[in-house]
């Protein structure tokens, strides 16, 4: 009896032992992020693109400021006032035990400029904001009317990403000076009734602050602004799954802002402090 051969068919029909070889892998991570990276660096030009037609849809983006800005307005004070005190009660008592009390209001003020007050209000603004553009453009593509707009020759980008994007790029800035302002008061209340430091030691220090640790940090916002829109509308207008996609959606765009947020300030920050000193 003749021995059984070898099966070179994979246990496929027909005979074709590599069949399963003309499929595509599966997309592991690493695509996925490059996928990802590359659908959002296209966004940023179309939307770069769209900024120079006109004209801009006026009325949609005044309502898109209203909802970034002064909507956030509070909820990003309060968030601001309580950090500055958080960080006066640490800096005040720490420096009072070496007797550095003349140097509270600077750091502070430093602090808030640089990194507290940007930093935190786009985070404040990405799990409010951010989330709220994910969620509605999410809700747009899943109902069709995002195809709706494209079947009237409305073009979506125009109409729904332009309007966010500028409300973040303007709005960011006015919404980190009020919360500086806030951070250095609430900073100030804990240094003078809590610590026992004098009210004109404080501001004398805090005015000492260099007005480019001011600009600078408002040149960070306007990257914050974009990334916390741009995110946004991406991870919105990808919507797919219903009402399940939405909440996934906005979820990632809330994450994926945050993050980005984190590692853009370091980047942002060793380019334009690195060299500076604080005292």
Avoid at 164 to 174: D, I, K, Y
Avoid at 192 to 204: C, E, K, L, N, P
Wanted: net charge positive.
């Amino acid at each position: 009896m003749d021995a059984p051969q070898p099966d070179h068919t994979g246990g496929r029909p027909y005979g074709r032992p590599y069949e399963h070889m003309l499929a595509p892998p599966p997309a592991g991570p690493l695509l996925r992020g490059l996928e990802s990276l590359g659908e959002v660096a296209l966004l940023c030009f179309r939307t770069g693109r769209a900024l120079l037609t006109r004209p801009l849809p006026a009325a949609e983006t005044i309502r898109q400021m209203h909802n970034l800005g002064v909507a956030s307005l509070p909820l990003v004070l309060l968030t601001i006032l309580f950090s500055g005190m958080v960080l006066s009660l640490h800096t005040a008592g720490a420096f009072k035990d070496i007797g550095g009390q003349a140097f509270v209001g600077l750091m502070v003020a430093v602090s808030m400029a640089r990194e507290l007050a940007p930093v935190l209000t786009a985070v404040v603004v990405s799990a409010r904001v951010g989330s709220a553009i994910a969620a509605e453009l999410g809700t747009m593509v899943v109902t069709e009317q995002v195809d709706a707009l494209r079947a009237l020759g409305v073009n979506p980008i125009h109409q729904l990403v332009v309007p966010r994007v500028l409300a973040g790029l303007v709005m960011l800035p006015v919404l980190t000076v009020f919360a500086n302002l806030v951070g250095v008061l609430g900073a100030w209340a804990v240094a003078v009734f809590g610590a026992g430091i004098g009210s004109r030691m404080f501001w004398d220090a805090a005015q000492r602050l260099p007005f480019d640790d001011l600009l600078l940090g408002l040149v960070k916002t306007v990257v914050f602004g974009a990334i916390v829109t741009v995110i946004g509308c991406y991870h919105g207008l990808r919507t797919t799954g219903g009402a399940a996609g939405v909440g996934r959606a906005t979820t990632a765009a809330v994450v994926t802002a945050i993050v980005l947020i984190y590692i853009s300030d370091y980047f942002l920050a060793e380019l334009m402090f690195s060299h500076k000193r604080v005292f």
